[in-house]
């Protein structure tokens, strides 16, 4: 009885199409897909939408210390003259002592220590780099605004940045 009612159910399906996905679905996807290959065709004949990272030579380095005290005041200080640079109070300073954060949980997975200078760097292309000399971290500081740019350009002073 049961393979007699399966088959009934079959004989009732002649004539009828099988569920499909709908057409709309179908063809709002293949839009979708056509869309995202033309956009990155068209970034990259145009250079519209893209961030590079040219290869370029250094037009000013600092070595940077930059040590966070319990309180989470943060200083920065010249790593070859040992010069204070600037200090940030807590909850201010914005993208320089947020940023570190991370350098500081690499560092801290790394076992390097807290004290190892980081490097700051001016491209001629225009970019800036920060560096971790102690884990090798290099992170390029333009995909995060011009502001945060200008932040740590501030730290170069008179070696390439705006002095303080």
Not at 43 to 49: A, D, P
């Given at each position: 009885?049961?393979?007699a009612s399966h088959l009934?159910?079959?004989?009732?399906r002649k004539g009828k199409t099988p569920n499909r996905v709908p057409r709309a679905l179908f063809f709002g996807l293949v839009g979708l897909l056509?869309?995202?290959?033309?956009?990155?065709?068209?970034?990259?004949?145009?250079?519209?939408?893209?961030?590079?990272?040219?290869?370029?030579?250094?037009?000013a380095i600092r070595d940077l210390v930059i040590t966070r005290s319990t309180s989470?005041?943060?200083?920065?200080t010249d790593?070859?003259?040992?010069?204070?640079?600037?200090?940030?109070?807590?909850?201010s300073g914005g993208f320089v002592p947020g940023s570190l954060r991370a350098f500081e949980r690499m560092r801290q997975v790394a076992k390097v220590p807290f004290d190892t200078?980081?490097?700051?760097?001016?491209?001629?292309?225009?970019?800036?780099?920060?560096?971790?000399?102690?884990?090798?971290?290099?992170?390029?500081l333009d995909a995060f605004g011009r502001d945060n740019v200008a932040a740590f350009e501030a730290l170069l002073g008179p070696q390439g940045g705006e002095s303080q």
């Open positions: 009885m049961g393979s009934g159910y079959w004989a009732d056509a869309f995202t290959a033309g956009a990155i065709l068209f970034g990259k004949t145009t250079g519209l939408g893209l961030v590079k990272q040219q290869q370029a030579a250094p037009t989470d005041f943060v200083v920065v790593a070859t003259t040992g010069q204070e640079i600037a200090s940030y109070a807590p909850q200078p980081y490097r700051l760097i001016k491209w001629d292309a225009g970019g800036i780099s920060l560096s971790d000399t102690g884990t090798g971290e290099r992170i390029y």
